[in-house]
């Protein structure tokens, strides 16, 4: 049977919704909710770098990005989601290490993929990646007078192999953290199903294998070329 804690849920006033274990894995499972849907809405936007017309489309696009209202707005919705993410999981595993052995985001089963035990370091890994990334792109992009285009800022990073191979390995690391965290996310809104379960994780790694390989296919695209 299909089991949701709306229960729960509704028995939790608000100051206990956030310090409350089921509480505090809720909101990490709903901000990650968030931000998958932000990685494919960028992943998006940065194929548009592979189309064969000297940054055009990219260059377009990034503009829009960078001057819509509405995408503002949902720039700092998204830097809270990310904050929220960061900081609860932090939380529930600090509580988790100090209250048993068994790690971060552990399933019901007795058995426990790898990089379930280590969604942490994996997350950390993730998270230095995205400063160096913001400071690369982000931060050039919005708050330095820059002489080139988008296109060429990127085109022009994604050239050195040092980079480029960096950049890939992180989202390989993406890709495993995002893995675990699409199955669990569901898990902890109570989607626990012997029937849906298989499918959620299919889905999980569909979704996985998309960011992480959409992602590390622009750097090798301007290696190649």
């Not at 377009?60 to 949902?74: L, P, Q, R, Y």
């Not at 990310?82 to 019901?108: C, D, E, G, Q």
């Not at 007078?145 to 990073?157: R, W």
Request: aromatic fraction near 16%; charged fraction near 10%.
């Amino acid at each position: 049977m299909l089991y949701l804690n709306i229960e729960k849920l509704k028995r939790m006033n608000k100051t206990n919704l956030f310090y409350s274990s089921i509480g505090k894995k809720l909101i990490v499972a709903l901000a990650g909710g968030f931000l998958l849907v932000f990685l494919l809405v960028h992943l998006g936007i940065n194929l548009l770098l592979l189309v064969n017309d000297n940054g055009t489309l990219f260059n377009e696009a990034s503009h829009f990005m960078g001057t819509n209202f509405v995408i503002k707005v949902m720039q700092h919705v998204l830097a809270f989601g990310l904050l929220l993410h960061v900081v609860f999981a932090i939380i529930v595993t600090l509580k988790n290490w100090t209250a048993r052995p068994s790690k971060y985001y552990t399933s019901n089963s007795s058995e426990t993929s790898f990089f379930s035990k280590y969604m942490i370091h994996t997350g950390g890994i993730i998270l230095a990646f995205l400063v160096i990334h913001l400071l690369n792109f982000f931060y050039k992009m919005k708050f330095t007078e820059m002489t080139m285009s988008d296109y060429d800022l990127v085109s022009g990073l994604f050239v050195q192999w040092q980079y480029s191979v960096f950049y890939i390995v992180c989202f390989l690391f993406m890709g495993f953290h995002l893995n675990h965290a699409f199955q669990s996310a569901f898990q902890t809104l109570g989607f626990n199903h012997n029937k849906y379960t298989p499918t959620l994780k299919l889905i999980g790694l569909i979704y996985s294998l998309i960011i992480a390989g959409g992602f590390s296919a622009i750097p090798i695209f301007f290696l190649i070329r």
